[in-house]
């Protein structure tokens, strides 16, 4: 089974690929949605983060609320290594079974989207990364319009990522989606990267998924 690692900052356009992704086959992994997910359905995680942010995180249903928590890690910079260090495992715990689960049923093709796909360590398990990348202002706009965000709010969650450059040198490929390209040219772009890769014996360190 082929593996996809798609990552890049808030904002780049990760979910238009992952589309076309899933058009072409690709079984998808949304981590961004899984992390949600495991947020409101995991009672280890919801009290691995009360314990170490405070119950001041939770609404008064008792779940975490994402406001609050953001509000505590967003321009701490400790705390917020404190919160990856915590979801990232929980998350990359439900990405393999996830993949498991693809590969039993005989997939062929299964695509993470993880913004933290490299520090996490899920990069490591995919045969190809690709970074998907925009200009900051074309960022800007997408996070207000998609969060909902004024442009402070939003400035402040694309600095709390990594830089754009730190994407592209980690990853195998870089996919430029500025909003200028027709679904139908960023298709093609994927389609010819991944024929490329497929035509290729795999070079990572033993990884043969069988």
Do not use: W
Not at 171 to 185: L, M, V, W
């Amino acid at each position: 089974m082929l593996t996809i690692g798609l990552t890049g900052p808030t904002g780049a356009g990760k979910t238009t690929i992952l589309s076309i992704l899933d058009r072409m086959g690709c079984v998808c992994v949304d981590c961004d949605a899984l992390y949600h997910r495991l947020l409101q359905s995991s009672p280890q995680l919801r009290g691995e983060l009360t314990e170490r942010f405070g119950r001041s995180i939770l609404d008064n249903q008792g779940q975490v609320d994402r406001g609050a928590l953001g509000g505590v890690v967003f321009g701490d910079p400790s705390a917020l290594e404190s919160l990856n260090a915590i979801t990232h495992r929980h998350v990359v715990s439900a990405c393999l079974s996830q993949m498991e689960a693809a590969r039993a049923q005989g997939k062929t093709a299964l695509a993470l989207d993880a913004v933290a796909l490299i520090e996490s360590g899920l990069g490591a398990l995919c045969d190809v990364t690709i970074a998907v990348t925009a200009p900051a202002e074309v960022r800007l706009r997408r996070i207000m319009a998609r969060d909902r965000l004024d442009q402070d709010q939003a400035r402040r969650r694309m600095d709390a990522q990594k830089p754009l450059e730190y994407y592209v040198n980690h990853c195998d490929h870089a996919i430029e989606n500025d909003g200028t390209k027709t679904t139908q040219q960023l298709t093609q772009e994927v389609q010819a990267l991944l024929a490329s890769k497929l035509c290729q014996p795999k070079t990572k360190g033993g990884h043969h998924h069988g």
